[in-house]
């Protein structure tokens, strides 16, 4: 028996799934003609209704009254799942909230198929959590639990540098043996692998895979880096308080630069200790600002403005990032060399990983013939420049940067459940 399936790329920035009509795999609109949305969900505050992607964003940028939520992938596996979270004043658990987003985009690709598609094979990061096996085991089975809970019968997972390997092999000429590089919001995953036209409709692939490495470093953390460096300064971040001149606490900082952590900031505890501390502040017109953010919940704007100035320094010298949200008039010019130097470090980590995976392989950098970068944390000037130094001679395919991962699960799902495969049964990583 084979069964209509699908592949769901699952991102902490993006997301989007891939199915086969008429033997033609291609991205299903998911909101309106767009084939990718963003992880991001709003809950209306009147009646919890939920609102997803693109919606969900202006939603909250307009003010609207409910909760956010953004990069909900860097939740699994770790204690928040069966911790939960309160929305709107009601306790709700992060499998129902991942659920319901997994399952408005299944919704979008039943309607497109015309019948309820009940196999899939979901893109997974190399390492969910680094150096932690058990919360990485953990972690998928979450994200099976969840695809069960929303209809799908037939499961299997891929990491999500091969399943951006799988979409380029179509237009390969020959064989190459390439490095994948699948930089995305939470997550940094390298596969080296040998690609063929001839292979792409193999089922086991694993004699074609040489090596497999991650680190739990991506474009979040590139936001994060430059708001603590350029931003939360101006907002009080290493300012003293107090006769003893004690460091003001770093932990509210951190948190507001970071997507997942900020909605836990919004305690009248905390906001109380906040304001105590203004009283005895030695810079206290930045202080006030973080305050501010704190009392209005304004975090996310906060970190939107990180994001959209990391999004312009890619392209730019200099950009005016405007904080109009906090106080009128306030602006911060960042230089795109300050952006870089904040990164430099996790950009270190990110090559060390591949380097990594070239060590496991058992290759050296110079057998590498084809460089394939997948993901929106590939548009960083820095990051380019960083693979086409250590692949000097590789050629680099960059297209698809969003869509790729999608389409290759779509590929995986195809010879693991189509008409040629003889495999229908829940399983783990291929």
Known sequence: MTTLSCGIDFGTSNSSIAIDQNGQ??????????????????????????????EAVNLFFDRNQGRFMRSLKRVLGTSLMKQGTLVNGMSMNFVTIIASFLKHIKDKADAVAGEEIEAVVMGRPVHFVDNDGQ????????????????????????FEPIAAAFAHEANVTGEKLAIVADLGGGTSDFT????????????????????????RVGGNDFDKELS?????????????????????????????????????????KLIMQMRQILHQSHDKKRFQRLVSVLENETGHSLLASAEATKIALSTQEAYNARFDFIEPDFSIEIERTLFEQSIDGEIEKIMESARQCLREAGIQKEAIELVILTGGTTEVRTVQ?????????????????????????????RNKFGPTSSRNVLSSVA
């Open 192 to 215: 080296v692998i040998r690609l063929s036209r001839q292979s792409g409709r193999k089922t086991d692939r694993s004699s074609d895979i040489l090596a497999n490495t991650g680190v």
């Open 25 to 54: 795999i291609s991205l299903v609109p998911v909101e309106k003609e767009h084939v990718t949305i963003p992880s991001a969900l709003f809950f209306q505050r009147t009646n919890n209704k939920a609102f997803y992607g693109r």
């Open 385 to 413: 420049m960083a693979f086409r130094q250590l692949f000097p001679n590789a050629a680099i395919a960059d297209e698809n940067k969003l869509s790729s991962v999608g389409l290759g699960l779509a590929y995986d799902s």
């Open 135 to 158: 919360a990485d085991a953990r972690a998928q089975a979450e994200l099976m639990a969840i695809a069960q809970r929303i209809g799908f019968k037939y499961i299997d997972f891929q």
């Open 228 to 268: 603590m460096t350029a931003i939360m300064p101006e907002l009080g971040y290493r300012s003293t308080y107090g006769e003893k001149q004690l460091d003001v606490p770093i932990k509210p900082y951190q948190d507001l630069a970071e997507w997942s952590k900020v909605n836990f900031l919004y305690t009248p």
